[in-house]
């Protein structure tokens, strides 16, 4: 139970944040948001605020901001259609009422002949009595149908209608707040678990080993390797790391005396790949201090999306498989082994997540972010908008090619973790 609560409370917040960043910057543009929801589905909990309604639904697999005049938002009345008019004191149509009867002393009923809902707003036709009428519509008209009740949205109010810069913010809002997210959970964790130095001193010397061999001691710190000054503990471990076997000059310092030794790496091998290892422990030592934490947050940020790139075009380039991919299974089962080691790790682990979040959406491919994006670069290009049925048809086969892949990698999971042992 605890592992679901973890996963729902990280998987929720990476999904909020990339959300929130949507609806702010939508709402900033002036733009109607009619939904906001975490998760997909079925409708758990619906709480209605001004002109949104913020939802949670069934699965907690990513979310969405719904947009006025997005994808089949649009209401359109076709000649002949009948419906309910109540009008307000003003003389405007406050609400048109759909499929069904009304009872209601203030409701005229109405044959359709012309109506528009985004430009001119207003609606005419045939009264009960034979009339022909024409009436404006409110800005703030509402459709209701089968009871439930959606505000219009003027064309100034759509998604469609607002400069291309503001468009192209509303939707890249989403993958940089899960960066910003990420930075805030680095900067936490670095002020309450202090940040590491990373000073390249060493803790303890394993006997036996080549370090201790060459006369490397507990408390040595290593300033010099081939030359090559060594100022954190990572420049040390990724030199050692690539040079096994290989005769190396090590510059210490001891009680403030430079020490010159000869050490060479032992050779592991893991995963087919070789690595050099001299035998010594290390943990850094921890500082507390605000100014660092902020820098410590936004180093490990940029650490991270690097590390997670290069994964990537790892991946692009055939050096992984698609076995190498993790769904929602496998995302589950490292929150799992990621949770037992404590709130700091889950954190940690949060943060990551965050940022491969945020990349995973800025790619070029139909349905994501990146893509609806690179629509955007072709319209700065062209001076005009893709038409929208052809984008809306690339999108649709890139969320269905999407799924296929999302059905694959839970397989591959799925075996992996509860077939293979």
Do not use: C
């Not at 769904?327 to 790790?345: C, D, L, M, R, S």
């Amino acid at each position: 139970m605890e592992t679901v609560i973890a996963f729902i409370v990280v998987f929720g917040s990476l999904v909020f944040f990339h959300e929130l960043g949507h609806f702010i910057f939508a709402k900033r543009a002036g733009i109607m948001v009619r939904e906001f929801a975490i998760g997909f589905g079925p409708k758990i909990i619906g709480i209605p605020k001004g002109e949104t309604i913020y939802t949670i639904r069934l699965l907690p697999l990513g979310g969405y901001v719904r947009m006025a005049g997005e994808d089949f938002d649009t209401v359109e009345l076709q000649p002949g259609y009948r419906v309910g008019l109540y009008i307000g004191q003003s003389g405007d149509v406050e609400k048109i009422y759909l499929n069904q009867n009304v009872n209601h002393p203030d409701v005229l009923f109405l044959e359709t002949e012309k109506a528009d809902l985004d430009r001119e707003l207003f609606i005419e036709g045939y009264r009960d009595d034979g009339e022909y009428a024409r009436y404006p519509i409110s800005r703030q008209a509402v459709i209701v149908e089968r009871g439930q009740e959606e505000l219009i949205a003027p064309y100034d109010r759509q998604f469609e209608s607002k400069p291309l810069f503001s468009r192209f913010l509303t939707i890249l809002a989403g993958p940089v707040f899960n960066f910003i997210l990420a930075f805030f959970i680095f900067l936490l964790l670095g002020l309450m678990q202090g940040v590491p130095t990373f000073e390249p001193t060493i803790t303890e010397v394993q006997k036996d080993s080549p370090a201790y061999a060459a006369g490397m001691r507990d408390g040595d710190t290593v300033t010099a390797i081939e030359g090559e000054e060594i100022t954190k503990w990572p420049q040390l471990a990724e030199y050692v790391q690539n040079h096994p076997n290989d005769t190396l000059t090590f510059v210490v310092e001891r009680d403030g005396e430079e020490l010159t030794m000869d050490i060479t790496p032992n050779v592991i091998e893991e995963a087919g790949q070789q690595y050099g290892q001299i035998g010594v422990l290390y943990s850094s030592p921890i500082e507390k201090s605000p100014l660092k934490a902020v820098g410590y947050g936004a180093q490990q940020t940029w650490e991270w999306f690097v590390k997670i790139l290069e994964l990537l075009g790892m991946l692009v380039t055939g050096q992984f498989t698609i076995d190498a991919l993790s769904g929602p299974v496998g995302i589950y089962k490292a929150t799992e082994e990621v949770a037992q080691y404590g709130v700091f790790n889950l954190m940690h682990w949060a943060a990551i997540l965050s940022i491969n979040l945020g990349i995973m959406n800025l790619l070029p491919l139909p349905a994501l972010d990146g893509g609806r994006l690179l629509f955007f670069g072709f319209e700065a290009i062209r001076g005009k908008p893709v038409d929208k049925q052809k984008e809306g048809i690339v999108h649709f086969i890139g969320i269905v090619l999407l799924m296929i892949l999302m059905v694959v990698v839970t397989w591959n999971d799925i075996q992996r973790f509860f077939f293979n042992g």
